[in-house]
């Protein structure tokens, strides 16, 4: 059950849930998980170990506006 489906009374009580939480990204100097994600045109999929070797891969989020 993920700790932070629920509401906290302090925030020392969401600290401790936080600090038992697996964490969710590769610390620095880690390698990043591996992922595959469908291609634009739906027609195949791109795995990230594939890219290893190459030219780095980016990927931006957020909303501009």
Do not use: C, H, W
Request: hydrophobic letters at 30%.
């Amino acid at each position: 059950k993920d700790p932070f489906q629920k509401t906290f009374k302090t925030s020392q009580e969401a600290i401790e849930a936080m600090k038992k939480r697996e964490p969710s990204a590769p610390k620095a100097g880690q390698n990043a998980p591996d992922f595959e994600l469908q291609s634009p045109d739906g027609k195949s999929k791109v795995r990230l170990s594939a890219r290893k070797g190459k030219a780095p891969v980016v990927l931006l989020f957020g909303s501009y506006t």
